[in-house]
């Protein structure tokens, strides 16, 4: 496996790739045309802030599994495009929240206290101290744009400074914010009564330039701190509002282009402070990321979890291993539903039975999905299934039911086209050993795997025998077979576990005899 990091993390995420045996490049200066090469045979990409993960990445990196981001922000990634290709997207949102925070604060002391602008004219050998008049920040209200984890983080430091704090997040409850000791307010609101403003939402369409001139003009003689990322806050809006003295100050880590321009309107003004894209920039917080990342391409690589994917399903770590053998069975029934399935499928159901039904089971109706579309796509997966049941107008519904009859736990896929329809149950036998047990109403057990025949018969003599010498005279061996039928003479079922696939003029062979309703071949291609 290749994973192609082209963002620089720590060494400690590295080293674990390494140790996981997996081939390291690292390409920090890749962009464009050299990017699409770079990614063509890699199977994980690492990035971070520095690296525009585009919908031609994914076009150009037919085997990504994951793309994993070392820190907080994805607006650099397509995550839709990441779906649409079946690949991972997962970041760290826990490693640099601190980092994140630490740095709003230090930016807040060093704007009301011009910390920078002293620093520069003293090492020019200037005694500036009658220039310098800040202001405190204990007794004044900040305004908090974002409660998220850093939004939080630094509602506790700088309430324990003591700044009265108002937050505007339209997604958070009131009791977490009065837990901080932040109080709730409209958006408006919290600019009329900011002192400080400080951002905290990631960039997305909803807020990019959720701060611009209007916004600015309700915080005369206020400061404005963005450490979450350019966009947020209109940048030639700010740049007007501290030069013509709107604006007390700001500071500014993020900008809506990295690595800025040197006519970048921010950097002209002597009141802002700017740094570059700092904020998560702490040892501490980038051995956190880079190792959360690692591990986490492991565990894709691995099919297990992935702890922080934004675009596929997850499983609690813990709850993985009772899950996980029902991943199979489930993507297998899903499988055989639809490949007996003659109809167009507009309605898929994954029913569970028994004690399968405690758990979490998104992944496992993912992987159902994945099942039910695989002979329609080629390059589907638990991350995609959801989203092409979506686009096709495709109902899927899920049903849990303590209850289970025969087994201790069962998995039915049905496929269905709002006329018609076909169930494949599975469970597992001594805990771990797949098979199907019902197939279309009838009683069943078969082993799932490789290639199978499926023939509805009616119970008369010589039917086996007829369908043996058919499969024998094409040299197709049978591996197992299972006969279940409801009544004596009446319809039955019987299904072959084949060592080869069933020429077709065979299958239509078997059909055409009077005896036989139906033959379905189905493929599971999991005979490894
Ligand atoms: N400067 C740096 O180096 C770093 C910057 N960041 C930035 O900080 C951002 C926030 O990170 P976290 O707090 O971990 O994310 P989070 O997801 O925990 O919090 C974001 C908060 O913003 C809120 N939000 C979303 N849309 C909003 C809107 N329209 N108006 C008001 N609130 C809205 C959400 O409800 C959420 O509570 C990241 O997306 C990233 O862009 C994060 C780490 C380091
Ligand atoms: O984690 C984030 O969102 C950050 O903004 C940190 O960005 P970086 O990893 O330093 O490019």
Same mark, same amino acid.
């Given at each position: ?237 700010? $740049? ?7 604006? /007390?100050?700001?500071? *500014?880590?993020? #900008?809506? @282009? &990295? +690595? !800025? ?23 501490? $917080? ?7 990342? /690692?591990?986490?391409? *492991?565990?894709? #690589?691995? @099919? &297990? +979890? !992935? ?222």
């Amino acid at each position: 496996m290749k994973v192609l990091v082209t963002d620089p993390i720590a060494d400690a995420g590295l080293d674990r790739l390494r140790e996981a045996g997996y081939e390291v490049e690292t390409a920090y200066d890749v962009e464009g045309e050299s990017l699409l090469d770079a990614v063509s045979d890699a199977n994980a990409l690492v990035v971070r802030s520095g690296t525009d993960v585009t919908e031609a990445v994914f076009e150009a990196a037919p085997d990504l599994v994951i793309v994993g981001r070392a820190g907080i922000g994805v607006d650099n990634i397509d995550i839709d495009a990441a779906t649409d290709h079946g690949v991972i997207v997962a970041n760290a949102p826990e490693g640099n929240v601190r980092a994140a925070a630490e740095h709003t604060v230090a930016m807040a002391f060093a704007t009301a206290r011009s910390i920078p602008q002293a620093h520069v004219r003293l090492r020019a050998g200037e005694w500036a101290k009658g220039d310098y008049l800040g202001t405190e920040l204990n007794g004044k209200t900040l305004g908090i744009v974002g409660l998220g984890r850093v939004g939080q983080e630094v509602a506790k430091r700088l309430g324990s400074l003591g700044m009265e704090l108002v937050a505007y997040d339209p997604y958070i409850g009131q009791e977490r914010a009065e837990q901080l000791g932040a109080e709730l307010v409209d958006f408006e609101a919290c600019l009329e009564h900011a002192d400080f403003l400080t951002v905290h939402t990631p960039l997305t369409p909803e807020t990019e330039g959720m701060i611009a001139e209007d916004e600015l003009a309700l915080m005369e003689g206020g400061y404005v701190v963005n450490c979450a990322r350019g966009g947020v806050v209109d940048e030639p809006a700010l $740049a007007a509002a501290v030069e013509d003295g709107t604006l /007390a100050g700001a500071a *500014v880590d993020v #900008f809506a @282009d &990295e +690595p !800025v321009d040197a006519d970048n309107p921010l950097l002209a003004v002597e009141d802002i402070v700017v740094t570059p894209h700092l904020g998560a920039a702490t040892e501490a $917080a980038q051995e956190h990321v880079a190792t959360s990342i /690692a591990d986490q391409i *492991v565990a894709a #690589f691995n @099919d &297990e +979890p !992935v702890a922080n994917a934004l675009n596929a399903p997850s499983i609690d770590e813990s709850a993985f291993p009772r899950v996980q053998p029902y991943i199979e069975l489930a993507e297998t029934a899903g499988k055989i539903a639809a490949q007996m399935f003659d109809g167009r499928v507009s309605e898929v159901r994954v029913r569970y039975e028994g004690d399968i039904a405690d758990e979490d089971v998104e992944f496992v109706t993912a992987s159902a999905l994945k099942g039910v579309f695989e002979p329609l796509e080629w390059q589907v997966n638990a991350v995609n299934a959801p989203k092409i049941a979506e686009e096709r107008g495709i109902e899927v519904t899920e049903e849990k039911t303590r209850q289970s009859e025969d087994f201790q736990s069962l998995v039915t896929v049905t496929v269905g086209d709002g006329t018609d329809s076909i169930g494949a149950s599975g469970s597992l036998f001594a805990g771990d050993d797949p098979r199907i047990v019902r197939l279309d109403g009838y009683r069943v057990d078969a082993v799932p795997h490789g290639q199978m025949l499926v023939v509805r018969n009616y119970d008369r003599p010589g039917v086996l025998g007829l369908i043996g010498t058919v499969l024998g005279d094409n040299d197709v061996n049978i591996a197992g077979m299972f006969n279940g039928r409801e009544t004596v003479g009446g319809e039955a079922m019987t299904v072959y576990n084949l060592d080869e696939p069933v020429p077709d003029d065979a299958v239509e062979q078997i059909r055409t005899d009077e005896r036989i309703i139906d033959v379905k071949q189905i493929t599971l291609g999991n005979d490894d």
